[in-house]
């Protein structure tokens, strides 16, 4: 583990600690997640959906443009409607889960995430050792964030 990722992983660990004692903190970070929507936009949302779960059982909460598929059925939107929507969201999160699959919306949401410096996973590797670095770095982001923004 270099240091950083031992930085990024204490930051982690304190912050985790002091949720804890406190009951939970009043802002989580937010992970965005992205992936592909059309061909099978009802299991793009059910695979969404429980990567949102995984998230809130590590301290996270998620935003899922995957649930825009019900906004569409009702008032339908352009394209580019949806991915200025997901961008602007994207900026206000502490990381990116990026689900697999053919997407060019989530390739342009991982570029803006890269240009962000917000820490990227694909979702074939969150489950082994890499997930522990790269939520320890989503919290240390998100402590940051905290910090800068008052």
């Known amino acids: 583990m270099t240091v950083r990722e031992r930085s990024a992983l204490a930051v982690w660990l304190l912050v985790r600690d002091i949720a804890r004692a406190a009951g939970r903190p009043k802002i ?67 990381g990116l889960i990026r689900l697999s699959g053919d997407s060019p919306g989530a390739d342009r949401e991982v570029e803006y995430a890269k240009e962000l410096g917000l820490p990227i996973i694909g979702d074939a590797s969150a489950l082994g050792d890499e997930w522990d670095e790269w939520i320890a770095y989503v919290w240390a982001q998100h402590a940051y964030r905290q910090e800068t923004d008052r």
């Open 28 to 94: 989580r970070p937010l992970v965005y997640i992205a992936g592909p929507i059309t061909g099978d936009p009802w299991g793009c949302v059910r695979r969404a959906v429980r990567w949102s779960s995984i998230c809130q059982n590590n301290g996270c909460d998620a935003y899922l443009p995957q649930l825009s598929v019900l906004q569409e059925m009702i008032e339908p939107q352009l394209y580019e409607y949806w991915i200025n929507l997901g961008l602007n969201m994207l900026s206000r999160c502490d």
